[in-house]
């Protein structure tokens, strides 16, 4: 029974490497493996030793050396033939590679949970204007649970979350904290209550964010361990929507301190304290775990927490 053929050894081990077809081309320009040598970089001993590296590989002589210089041989003219091609395919898809760099640098995609997207994003985006005028920005703005599909299915380069962990499947970094605080209108009884029990607060029908916001998972797990939150008196998908049905007076809610500053001094809202349990939370910078953000995504990542710790 005959021995198996061993199979050819692969394509990159048959054929020489960019940077040696390169150094050919460069000795038949000058004619001299010299100024060859000196054109691509490298010490005159090393190119001698590439070339020779590839005359090996190939199996035939590339050059005719001389103290006048290096010719090629009829194989090397003909191989450095086929190298030009190469190279010159090399240049396209380099040049191809970096328009999509170019393309990539001059946009940034974002997407934002509501919160940080109504009240922090619009003055982090006009310092990024000053820093990178050139930029493209487009925003989508969701909850946490959204902008967490949308950075997982490549549609956003870069994300902010409000929630109580890093979505999985994505990396991230805390960039500002957070309060929630329970709100009504002026003539709502709890305008006039001095504080609320976690208790109370549970047990109370509220206006709220939808399930896959930040505000509702934190809401949710913080007041766990006194009943959980009764059903909704209304389940609504933006800070706005909420904020305008608890100034009707149609019920309390609860939402991020960022959001309340105009309607608290205007006394349109009135703030309740709850004793004994904890609101507050971490806002986040994400992206796909594994991929640390670059261009303007990094610069803005850089810039948000340069402007939180000036705050």
Not at 191 to 210: C, F, K, N, Q, Y
Not at 231 to 236: A, M, Q
């Amino acid at each position: 029974m005959s021995s198996p053929v061993p199979p050819p050894p692969s394509l990159s081990h048959r054929v020489p490497d960019l940077g040696a077809m390169v150094l050919l081309l460069a000795v038949a320009r000058h004619g001299s493996l010299g100024r060859a040598a000196r054109d691509v970089g490298i010490s005159q001993p090393a190119a001698s030793g590439r070339i020779r590296s590839m005359e090996r590989l190939l199996g035939v002589a590339l050059l005719d050396r001389s103290p006048r210089g290096s010719r090629l041989t009829d194989a090397g003219a003909l191989v450095t033939d086929w190298a030009r091609r190469v190279v010159e395919a090399a240049e396209a898809f380099d040049a191809g590679a970096q328009a999509l760099r170019d393309r990539r640098d001059s946009r940034l995609r974002v997407a934002a949970s509501m919160t940080i997207a109504e009240y922090l994003l619009p003055g982090w985006l006009i310092a990024l204007r000053a820093d990178r005028p050139g930029t493209a920005v487009s925003l989508v703005a969701g909850n946490s649970a959204a902008v967490a599909l949308r950075l997982l299915a490549g549609e956003s380069d870069l994300g902010f979350v409000e929630g109580l962990s890093i979505p999985e499947g994505l990396d991230g970094t805390v960039i500002a904290h957070d309060r929630l605080v329970v709100v009504v209108a002026p003539s709502h009884p709890w305008a006039r209550r001095g504080r609320l029990t976690p208790s109370e607060l549970a047990a109370t029908p509220l206006i709220l964010r939808e399930h896959g916001s930040g505000t509702r998972q934190v809401l949710d797990a913080a007041l766990a361990v006194h009943g959980g939150l009764a059903r909704p008196l209304l389940e609504l998908s933006s800070t706005t929507a909420v904020k305008g049905a608890a100034e009707s007076g149609a019920g309390p809610c609860v939402l991020s301190e960022l959001a309340l500053g105009e309607e608290l001094s205007a006394r349109r809202l009135v703030k309740v304290p709850v004793e004994g349990v904890r609101l507050r939370r971490q806002l986040r910078a994400v992206w796909p775990a594994g991929h640390r953000p670059t261009g303007p995504a990094r610069d803005l990542l850089t810039l948000t927490a340069r402007e939180t710790a000036g705050t």
